[in-house]
C-alpha cells in the first residue's frame, strides 16, 4: 500500500514539475501573439525551437558544444584536482589547515567576474585563460567538501588503521577516501557544476568557439535567437549533465562499504 502511494506520489511529482515550464511557455506565446514585446526581442518558442535545429542541422551547435564540455572537463580536471589533494592535506594535517584555511576563504570571497583582469595579465587571452577561470569555479566546492569529509572520519577508523599498521597511501586508500566518500562525490558533483556555469564567463576571452561563442556573436548581430538558443542549450546540458552526476554519486554510494564492515 505504501509503495503504491509513493509511486503515485512520484507521478504527481513528475507532473507538477512539468505545470510550470508549460505555463511559462504559454505566457511566452501568449505575450507575442498580443504583441505585448516586439518578437525582435522576445522570440516566439516556435521560433526559437526551429533555430536550434537549424543550428544542430548545420553542425554549428554540435561542434561548439564539443569545445564547450572539453573546456568545462579540463578546466575541472585542473581546479578539482588542486581542490582535491589540499582538502585531503588540509583534512588531515591540522598545521596545514591553519596556515591555508583563512587564505582560501578570503580568495572565495573575490566575485569570478573579479579575476578576469588578473588572468588576462598573468595569462593573456589563450585557451589556458579560459581553463583557469572554469579551474576557479571548480576548485572551492572540491576543497571543501574534501576537507569536510577526510576532517570528519571517526577516530575509530583511525584507531584501526594504527592497529593494522597502515601507511600512506594504504591509509589514505583503506580507510580516509572511503570515509570521505560521500563528501567528495558532492565536491565533484557541485564542482563541475560550477565549472559549466563559468563556462560562459571564461568564453568571454576573446574566444572564436563554444556556446558562449554562439551568444556573443547572436547579440553582437542582434540575432536575440541564437542568444536564446544558447542559454536554452546551456540551461539543459547543466540539467543533464548535474542529473547523470546524482544517478552517478547515488551509484557509487549505494554500494560504497564502510572501513567497519557495515554497508554505507
Given at each position: 500500500?505504501?509503495?503504491?502511494?509513493?509511486?503515485?506520489?512520484?507521478?504527481?511529482?513528475?507532473?507538477?514539475?512539468?505545470?510550470?515550464?508549460?505555463?511559462?511557455?504559454?505566457?511566452?506565446?501568449?505575450?507575442?501573439?498580443?504583441?505585448?514585446?516586439?518578437?525582435?526581442?522576445?522570440?516566439?518558442?516556435?521560433?526559437?525551437?526551429?533555430?536550434?535545429?537549424?543550428?544542430?542541422?548545420?553542425?554549428?551547435?554540435?561542434?561548439n558544444?564539443?569545445?564547450?564540455?572539453?573546456?568545462?572537463?579540463?578546466?575541472?580536471?585542473?581546479?578539482?584536482?588542486?581542490?582535491?589533494?589540499?582538502?585531503?592535506?588540509?583534512?588531515?594535517?591540522?598545521?596545514?589547515?591553519?596556515?591555508?584555511g583563512?587564505?582560501?576563504?578570503?580568495?572565495?570571497?573575490v566575485?569570478?567576474?573579479?579575476?578576469?583582469?588578473?588572468?588576462?595579465?598573468?595569462?593573456?587571452?589563450?585557451?589556458?585563460?579560459?581553463?583557469?577561470?572554469?579551474?576557479?569555479?571548480?576548485?572551492?566546492?572540491?576543497i571543501?567538501?574534501?576537507?569536510?569529509?577526510?576532517?570528519?572520519?571517526?577516530?575509530?577508523?583511525?584507531?584501526?588503521?594504527?592497529?593494522?599498521?597502515?601507511?600512506?597511501?594504504?591509509?589514505?586508500?583503506?580507510?580516509?577516501?572511503?570515509?570521505a566518500l560521500?563528501?567528495?562525490?558532492?565536491?565533484?558533483?557541485?564542482?563541475?557544476?560550477?565549472?559549466?556555469?563559468?563556462?560562459?564567463?571564461?568564453?568571454?576571452?576573446?574566444?572564436?568557439?563554444?556556446?558562449?561563442?554562439?551568444?556573443?556573436?547572436?547579440?553582437?548581430?542582434?540575432?536575440?535567437?541564437?542568444?536564446?538558443?544558447?542559454?536554452?542549450?546551456?540551461?539543459?546540458?547543466?540539467?543533464?549533465?548535474?542529473?547523470?552526476?546524482?544517478?552517478?554519486?547515488?551509484f557509487?554510494?549505494?554500494?560504497?562499504?564502510?572501513?567497519?564492515?557495515?554497508a554505507?
Amino acid at each position: 500500500m505504501s509503495l503504491k502511494f509513493l509511486q503515485r506520489f512520484n507521478v504527481k511529482d513528475r507532473l507538477l514539475g512539468l505545470i510550470v515550464p508549460l505555463f511559462v511557455l504559454a505566457l511566452w506565446q501568449g505575450a507575442v501573439s498580443q504583441h505585448l514585446f516586439s518578437e525582435l526581442l522576445l522570440v516566439p518558442p516556435l521560433t526559437l525551437w526551429n533555430t536550434i535545429i537549424e543550428l544542430f542541422r548545420s553542425g554549428d551547435l554540435i561542434s561548439n558544444i564539443q569545445v564547450s564540455l572539453n573546456r568545462v572537463f579540463l578546466g575541472f580536471l585542473l581546479g578539482g584536482s588542486a581542490g582535491f589533494i589540499l582538502g585531503v592535506g588540509m583534512g588531515l594535517s591540522p598545521v596545514i589547515n591553519r596556515a591555508l584555511g583563512p587564505l582560501v576563504k578570503v580568495l572565495q570571497q573575490v566575485p569570478e567576474l573579479a579575476w578576469m583582469p588578473m588572468i588576462i595579465l598573468l595569462f593573456g587571452i589563450d585557451e589556458f585563460a579560459r581553463i583557469f577561470f572554469i579551474a576557479i569555479g571548480a576548485f572551492y566546492p572540491m576543497i571543501f567538501n574534501t576537507y569536510q569529509g577526510v576532517s570528519g572520519v571517526p577516530e575509530k577508523y583511525h584507531e584501526l588503521a594504527r592497529v593494522f599498521d597502515y601507511k600512506s597511501f594504504r591509509y589514505l586508500s583503506k580507510v580516509i577516501i572511503p570515509s570521505a566518500l560521500p563528501s567528495i562525490i558532492t565536491g565533484i558533483r557541485l564542482s563541475i557544476g560550477l565549472s559549466w556555469m563559468f563556462l560562459v564567463g571564461a568564453e568571454l576571452f576573446g574566444t572564436e568557439s563554444g556556446v558562449g561563442f554562439l551568444m556573443i556573436m547572436g547579440r553582437q548581430m542582434f540575432q536575440i535567437d541564437v542568444v536564446m538558443a544558447g542559454l536554452v542549450v546551456i540551461g539543459t546540458l547543466g540539467l543533464i549533465i548535474n542529473t547523470l552526476l546524482k544517478k552517478f554519486e547515488q551509484f557509487v554510494l549505494r554500494g560504497r562499504v564502510s572501513f567497519d564492515g557495515g554497508a554505507a
